[in-house]
Protein backbone atom coordinates (compact mmCIF):
# COMPACT_ATOMS: atom_id res chain seq x y z
CA UNK A 1 0.00 0.00 0.00
CA UNK A 2 1.13 3.55 -0.80
CA UNK A 3 2.18 4.83 2.59
CA UNK A 4 3.19 8.77 3.37
CA UNK A 5 5.48 10.18 5.74
CA UNK A 6 5.32 13.89 6.76
CA UNK A 7 8.19 15.25 8.37
CA UNK A 8 9.72 18.69 9.02
CA UNK A 9 7.42 20.53 11.00
CA UNK A 10 8.76 22.52 14.08
CA UNK A 11 8.25 25.91 15.83
CA UNK A 12 9.64 29.06 14.17
CA UNK A 13 9.42 32.79 15.10
CA UNK A 14 7.20 35.06 12.95
CA UNK A 15 8.70 35.55 9.39
CA UNK A 16 10.80 32.73 9.94
CA UNK A 17 10.97 29.68 7.60
CA UNK A 18 10.10 26.02 7.42
CA UNK A 19 10.08 23.70 4.64
CA UNK A 20 8.15 20.15 5.30
CA UNK A 21 8.51 17.05 2.83
CA UNK A 22 6.49 14.06 2.18
CA UNK A 23 8.09 10.90 1.02
CA UNK A 24 6.04 8.28 -0.35
CA UNK A 25 7.19 4.68 0.64
CA UNK A 26 5.14 1.39 0.04
CA UNK A 27 4.71 0.16 -3.70
CA UNK A 28 5.24 2.08 -6.65
CA UNK A 29 2.18 3.99 -7.82
CA UNK A 30 1.61 6.90 -10.46
CA UNK A 31 -0.54 9.96 -9.19
CA UNK A 32 -2.97 12.70 -10.47
CA UNK A 33 -1.56 15.39 -7.73
CA UNK A 34 -0.46 15.58 -4.13
CA UNK A 35 -1.11 18.67 -1.83
CA UNK A 36 -0.45 19.67 1.67
CA UNK A 37 -3.67 20.41 3.99
CA UNK A 38 -3.48 22.10 7.12
CA UNK A 39 -6.00 21.77 10.79
CA UNK A 40 -5.69 24.13 13.83
CA UNK A 41 -7.23 22.82 16.98
CA UNK A 42 -10.70 23.09 16.95
CA UNK A 43 -11.08 24.24 13.24
CA UNK A 44 -11.69 22.68 10.02
CA UNK A 45 -9.22 21.15 7.55
CA UNK A 46 -8.48 23.71 5.10
CA UNK A 47 -6.44 23.24 1.65
CA UNK A 48 -3.06 25.37 1.09
CA UNK A 49 -1.22 23.92 -2.02
CA UNK A 50 -0.85 21.36 -4.73
CA UNK A 51 0.92 20.25 -7.51
CA UNK A 52 -0.19 18.70 -10.66
CA UNK A 53 2.21 15.42 -10.92
CA UNK A 54 2.88 15.63 -14.33
CA UNK A 55 3.02 18.85 -15.10
CA UNK A 56 4.42 20.53 -12.26
CA UNK A 57 1.25 23.16 -12.35
CA UNK A 58 0.93 24.59 -8.48
CA UNK A 59 -2.33 25.80 -6.95
CA UNK A 60 -2.59 28.01 -3.61
CA UNK A 61 -4.82 29.20 -1.42
CA UNK A 62 -4.97 32.72 -1.08
CA UNK A 63 -3.81 32.79 2.41
CA UNK A 64 -0.40 31.22 1.54
CA UNK A 65 0.37 32.84 -2.04
CA UNK A 66 3.46 34.44 -2.21
CA UNK A 67 4.60 33.01 0.95
CA UNK A 68 4.31 29.42 0.55
CA UNK A 69 6.00 27.43 -2.51
CA UNK A 70 4.86 23.71 -3.57
CA UNK A 71 7.88 21.54 -5.48
CA UNK A 72 7.91 17.95 -6.02
CA UNK A 73 11.19 15.72 -6.91
CA UNK A 74 9.42 13.02 -9.17
CA UNK A 75 12.66 10.70 -8.97
CA UNK A 76 12.58 10.39 -4.85
CA UNK A 77 8.65 10.38 -4.61
CA UNK A 78 8.74 13.49 -2.47
CA UNK A 79 6.50 16.71 -2.11
CA UNK A 80 7.87 20.02 -0.23
CA UNK A 81 6.27 22.69 0.86
CA UNK A 82 8.73 25.52 1.80
CA UNK A 83 7.27 28.29 3.61
CA UNK A 84 8.16 31.66 4.31
CA UNK A 85 7.23 35.05 6.18
CA UNK A 86 4.96 32.43 8.53
CA UNK A 87 3.16 33.84 10.47
CA UNK A 88 1.19 32.90 14.01
CA UNK A 89 -1.89 32.06 12.11
CA UNK A 90 -0.26 29.51 10.20
CA UNK A 91 0.16 27.33 13.20
CA UNK A 92 -1.64 24.07 12.48
CA UNK A 93 -0.96 20.43 12.06
CA UNK A 94 0.32 19.73 8.38
CA UNK A 95 -1.22 17.22 6.10
CA UNK A 96 -0.02 15.67 2.81
CA UNK A 97 -2.46 14.46 0.43
CA UNK A 98 -1.99 12.32 -2.77
CA UNK A 99 -4.58 12.19 -5.56
CA UNK A 100 -4.09 8.43 -6.61
CA UNK A 101 -7.81 6.91 -7.83
CA UNK A 102 -9.50 9.66 -9.21
CA UNK A 103 -8.16 13.13 -9.71
CA UNK A 104 -9.74 16.01 -7.54
CA UNK A 105 -10.21 13.02 -4.26
CA UNK A 106 -7.28 12.60 -2.20
CA UNK A 107 -7.48 8.77 -0.57
CA UNK A 108 -3.94 8.83 1.01
CA UNK A 109 -2.69 10.62 3.66
CA UNK A 110 0.17 11.13 5.73
CA UNK A 111 0.45 10.95 9.34
CA UNK A 112 0.72 14.99 9.92
CA UNK A 113 3.31 17.49 11.10
CA UNK A 114 3.10 20.33 13.63
CA UNK A 115 3.90 23.81 12.67
CA UNK A 116 4.15 26.29 15.50
CA UNK A 117 5.09 29.65 15.02
CA UNK A 118 5.78 32.12 17.82
CA UNK A 119 5.14 36.13 18.25
Known amino acids: QVQLVTSGGGLVQAGGSLRLSCAAS????????MGWFRQAPGKERTFVAAIAWSSGNTYYADSVKGRFTISRDNAKNTVYLEMNSLKPEDTAVYYCGAQVSRPGEYDYWGQGTQVTVSS
Open 26 to 33: GRTFSRYA
